[in-house]
């Protein structure tokens, strides 16, 4: 059971340059379809002041972003360096969220594991020939 919430937690990955996530198998499971659309993603709220870096505050700003599935609260880490992360679903077919906005100031969203971000458009899986570039 450790292995089977591991692969369900820890992900994504990435493979020879493609996406991997796994997640648990369903009834409505279409292996016609592309890609799942919704998918967990590891996150990174950086220099996020001191008073915030409580449980509530920090999926209260996740769920700014998309469902809050799990939180690391290691935030003190020398070696990792100090920011919240934390891991939420995302809709892959949605502009993704960049930064949102805490107590008046702006915070910048992190992804990781997510290397063909667009910036110009907020979707995933291009980097170049952007329609909105």
């Not at 700014?64 to 679903?89: E, P």
């Not at 949102?100 to 980097?127: M, N, R, W």
Request: with cysteine; charged share 20%.
């Amino acid at each position: 059971m450790a292995d089977y919430n591991k692969v369900l937690t820890q992900g994504p990955w990435i493979v020879f340059g493609q996406y991997l996530t796994v997640q648990p198998w369903t009834k409505t499971f279409n292996p016609d379809q592309p890609y799942p659309s919704v998918v967990m993603a590891w996150i990174r709220l950086a220099g996020l002041p001191g008073y915030l870096y409580k449980r509530q505050f920090i999926e209260a700003i996740g769920s700014l972003i998309g469902k809050v599935v799990k939180l690391d609260l290691r935030i003190d880490n020398r070696t990792r360096g100090r920011f919240a992360r934390l891991a939420v679903f995302i809709n892959l077919d949605e502009p993704l969220i960049s930064k949102v906005l805490v107590d008046g100031v702006i915070q910048q969203v992190e992804y990781e594991a997510l290397p063909t971000i667009c910036f110009s458009c907020g979707k995933y899986g291009h980097l170049k020939n952007c329609a909105r570039r």
